[in-house]
């Protein structure tokens, strides 16, 4: 049965990637994964957002993709090291720090992609999530973590998971599967799983292709294609099957893709 996070919403799923910024937003100093990023994905009519969740040091968990400061303000301390009040006020002149509990409170229309980033953050994010199950979808590069946080969500509402993508170990599995045609591999491989999220290639080894879309699909499960930017690829992408685009241009991509509703 299809997870309620994948009905109703148009196909091909647009999945604002941290957000929207685009040129308006970086020339108005917004960054990625805050309040303003957020809001302006909304504002553009993004269904989906991704996002990404780490833990501070005084265990509150917030939408933050990097481990440290560094890339986003410039200062080097790691997001373990910093309370919230204190990243708050980092944060306040680049679009606003948001927790994963405010996200989900401030956007009750909007479903969730959010990808955990810090082990410790698996379990607390998954119990955060777990109310609002029905639209978030839980993943990480490590199927540990991934679990985790599922497991967490569960056992405070049993009666609905959230949605889920499998992480790295699995996704190698399923392509050596799909490769070797071991359709009974690849079918219980995803079992559980919603929506295979990956990228278009991984160096020189293209990962999405049409046998893995048509594999996935046959066990009832979607393919979400990161990131892409360039309108002619999602074009392309669409046209191979694919059911989901993950972007750091969501508004190109409600624009321009047409959708099937």
């Not at 957000?19 to 302006?40: K, R, Y």
């Not at 590069?141 to 992480?167: H, I, M």
């Not at 046998?211 to 309108?231: I, Y």
Request: hydrophobic share 45%; charged share 25%; with cysteine.
């Amino acid at each position: 049965m299809t997870h309620p996070y994948l009905q109703g919403a148009s196909v091909p799923r647009i999945l604002a990637h941290r957000g929207l910024t685009g040129p308006d937003q970086v020339a108005a100093g917004i960054v990625e994964n805050t309040f303003a990023a957020l809001a302006a994905a909304h504002a553009a009519g993004a269904e989906y957002i991704e996002s990404d969740c780490h833990l501070t040091r005084d265990g509150e968990v917030v939408l933050f993709h990097d481990t440290d400061l560094a890339r986003v303000t410039g200062d080097p301390r790691g997001l373990r090291e910093v309370v919230l009040a204190e990243l708050e006020t980092i944060m306040a002149d680049r679009g606003g720090l948001v927790t994963l509990a405010q996200a989900l409170d401030a956007f009750p229309d909007t479903r969730f992609n959010i990808d955990v980033k810090a082990a410790d953050a698996a379990v607390p994010a998954g119990r955060i999530v777990a109310p609002a199950a029905e639209r978030v979808l839980l993943t990480s590069f490590s199927d540990e973590r991934r679990r985790a946080a599922l497991a967490a969500a569960v056992a405070a509402r049993p009666e609905q998971r959230p949605a889920t993508s499998p992480g790295s170990g699995t996704v190698v599995r399923l392509l050596a599967a799909v490769r070797f045609g071991a359709r009974r591999r690849v079918t219980r491989l995803l079992d559980g799983i919603d929506a295979v999220q990956v990228p278009e290639r991984r160096g020189p080894l293209r990962v999405v292709t049409r046998r893995l879309v048509d594999a996935v699909h046959a066990a009832g499960t979607e393919v979400h294609v990161w990131t892409v930017n360039d309108v002619e690829d999602m074009r392309r992408l669409v046209a191979l099957g694919v059911d989901g685009i993950v972007t750091d241009r969501a508004d190109l991509a409600l624009a321009e893709l047409p959708a099937a509703g």
